[in-house]
């Protein structure tokens, strides 16, 4: 990179937004709703991720989603829209402010029937589920990242793909100083050397690992 020329130039993602199919109108109105009533509407993933990752649902040909960090239901729309009529998701949440909004949006949705929310912590309800998946998505706590990659791993079919958000924290992963940044760090540098995987790293938002089962 020359020194002092921005990777993103300022306006880069909103053009890439205009470039993109965009999700529903049901979306714009989550993402209102998020920002009116939570404090952290910053968790969706928001329009250009969401499009990108219903179109890995096309690619894959997806038919049984694994998700990890519901919140408002946002990412879980935009798979359910790219599923198949007889396709599915089970997606984890544990906070009941979160889960009423979701649940109150997917009852607007022709694909609500496709979602199921199970409540209560993530790490329980992978314990008791049977794969396969494909895709699993993790957008939820930091600290269990490493547990959900490893249940991931098992419950995703071979030929599968395990996508994780928030890869790069900002940036802090380059010289990580919180808690956060370290762990996740630490992963990127596990599932790198995974043998079981192949994998890429995007520069996409705040970074998206693509993990592909070998
Ligand atoms: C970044 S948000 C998910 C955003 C969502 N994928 C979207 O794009 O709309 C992360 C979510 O994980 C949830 N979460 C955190 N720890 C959890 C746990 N141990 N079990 C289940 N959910 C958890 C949080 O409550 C939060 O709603």
Do not use: W
């Not at 993402?31 to 179109?55: D, H, I, M, Q």
């Not at 029937?113 to 008791?128: P, Y």
Request: include cysteine; hydrophobic fraction near 40%.
């Amino acid at each position: 990179m020359i020194v002092g020329v921005e990777i993103r130039p300022e306006g880069v993602e909103e053009y890439c937004e205009q470039h993109t199919t965009p999700l529903t109108e049901l979306h714009a109105r989550l993402a209102k709703t998020t920002e009116e009533n939570t404090r952290t509407p910053n968790y969706l993933v928001g329009p250009l991720e969401g499009s990108f990752l219903k179109l890995l649902v096309r690619l894959c040909q997806a038919k049984r989603i694994l998700e990890v960090g519901t919140f408002a239901g946002y990412s879980a729309l935009s798979f359910a829209e790219a599923l198949p009529a007889d396709g599915s998701i089970v997606t984890c949440e544990l906070d009941p402010n979160a889960i009423e909004i979701a649940r109150r949006f997917f009852a607007q949705s022709p694909h609500a029937k496709k979602i199921e929310i199970r409540e209560g912590r993530a790490a329980d309800t992978l314990k008791n589920l049977q794969g396969p998946f494909d895709p699993c998505f993790i957008d939820a706590d930091k600290p269990s990242y490493d547990y959900y990659y490893d249940r991931c791993l098992e419950l995703v079919r071979q030929g599968g793909l395990i996508v994780l958000d928030n890869m790069l924290r900002y940036g802090r992963v380059l010289n990580p100083t919180d808690e956060d940044a370290r762990i996740v760090n630490a992963l990127n540098a596990r599932i790198h050397n995974d043998p079981r995987v192949e994998n890429v790293l995007l520069p996409f938002r705040d970074g998206i690992m693509l993990a592909y089962k070998l």
